[in-house]
């Protein structure tokens, strides 16, 4: 008797069961969008090139996956030599990766940006692509809060 109100017990939650692994595959086979802020604060023109081969790699593997991925390039102190019209070692690539992607964002710390123009007395020009944010330490806080998976090439 026990075992056969088991048996019964069993044989209800089966379909329910069912359902849970169907909606779990279901859900597996949703397009997944990754967000990665990947952080630069190094002028090296060499470390800024593996950044960006970083960057473009993932671009390919998701969209060999079928999945999506939004990237934003977050560059303070030194680092803002990237996005730098006159100094950036990378410009070219930038504006070329841009344009393959418009899920990539370039964010500018202006915190940093003060400084220099305050260092060098003239104003530094950024590329055109590169979004000035207030501090590009808070800019990474906050996209990390906001389920942002943190990279630091």
């Known amino acids: 008797m ?17 359902l849970a692994l169907a909606r779990q595959a ?5 397009k997944t969008t990754h967000k990665v802020a990947v952080h630069v604060n190094y002028k090296d023109s060499v470390a800024q ?22 990237v ?7 680092g803002l030599h990237m996005f730098r ?7 070219d690539r930038l504006a070329s990766m841009k344009k393959a992607s418009s899920t990539l964002s370039f964010a500018a710390c202006a915190n940093t ?7 060098e007395g003239k104003t530094v020009p950024l590329i055109s692509q590169a979004e000035i944010v207030p501090s590009g330490v808070v800019e990474l806080v906050m996209l990390e809060e906001k389920g942002w998976t943190y990279l630091r090439p």
């Open 2 to 18: 026990i075992v056969s109100r088991r048996l019964a017990a069993l044989s209800t939650l089966a379909p329910l069961a069912g």
């Open 26 to 30: 279901s859900a597996a086979g949703a």
């Open 49 to 70: 090139g593996f950044a960006l081969n970083n960057v473009q790699n993932m671009y390919e593997y998701f969209a060999s996956k079928g999945e999506k991925l939004e």
């Open 72 to 78: 934003r390039i977050v560059a303070h102190g030194p």
């Open 85 to 91: 019209d006159d100094t950036s070692p990378v410009k």
């Open 113 to 119: 940006k003060s400084k220099m123009e305050k260092d």
